[in-house]
């Protein structure tokens, strides 16, 4: 009879040699809360598709900020839900558009007890749901975009803004909005890339959430799921424009191109656990069919262990308060 020289099982054997030689960690102040804002609803709205998830008043959207801030969580995201759209979105640099009130109202509420983020697109403000504006035939015109996503950085950054959130993939978006920014003075304004952000299936309960008027797809500027090495591509691109942090989107079915990203980069690497990532877990564990907090922890863990710094979740609250429970 041999023994097997090698017993890896020795350090699974009890929690506390599990705990002591876990590799990876997670923390609240590596989470951030996405949050949406509706303009003139009179109380909070429930988004069907993401349970548990609201479209907020100011007043809610405020308490939730305060909330998220008592449980230790980074930071929060903002997204605005305009009561009116135009072909330009013209809300979003507007001073008293909703994003940008928000945006006050929440820095406001919660100083520098989180980092107050908002979504830099014009998705939500546009009336064709493109996020940026089209050219005659239609087609979503890059550098005409560029001015308008300045405009709208420069906005946020006056309303309060500490970080921009890029999202919208338009090309060389990064250094024009850098450059509005410090033109207006704003250089301490941290700039967030959705450098790898993937158009496909995932987004879709978020686009209830704000109410998307799209029609049609995002295929000419969000990236093809088939494509890895563009990813890395798109994250050297964004550093090289002066990009502070940058993001891999949708997370779980990217995390190939979040691990890349993270050996190529040497700036934050952050992961958005969107819409449907979330959307997934709930219907399947309200059905009885996944242990919900189990699959919750472990995405997150996986997300991190392939290379996130920080993850962008709608769990960041509930989440954070596990974290705390084993500390
Ligand atoms: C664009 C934006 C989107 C999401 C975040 N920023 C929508 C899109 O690209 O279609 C999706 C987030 C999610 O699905 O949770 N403003």
Redesign the pocket.
Known sequence: MSFPVHRPRRLRQSPAVRRLVRETHLVPSQLVL?AFVREGIPAPVDISSMPGVRQHTLDSLRRAAADAAEAGVGGIML?GVPAVRDAVGSGADDPDGILNVAAAAVAAEVGDALVVQT?L?L??FTDHGH?GVLTPSGTVDNDATLERYAAMGVAQARAGAALL?L??MMDGQVEAVRTALDDEGFSDTIILA?SA?YAGA??????E??D?Q?KGD?RTY?MDPGNAREGIREAVLDVEEGADIVMV??ALPYLDVLADVRAAVDVPVWA?Q???E?AMVEAASANGWIDRRGAIEESLLGIRRAGADAILT?WAVEAAGWLRERL
Do not use: N, T
Request: with cysteine; aromatic share 24%.
């Open positions: 996405p997204f979504d697109c998705d939500e996020c959130g999202s919208g959705y952000k995932f987004y879709g309960p978020f686009r959430a704000v998307s799209l995002r969000q989107k949708p958005y969107v819409s449907g979330y709608y």
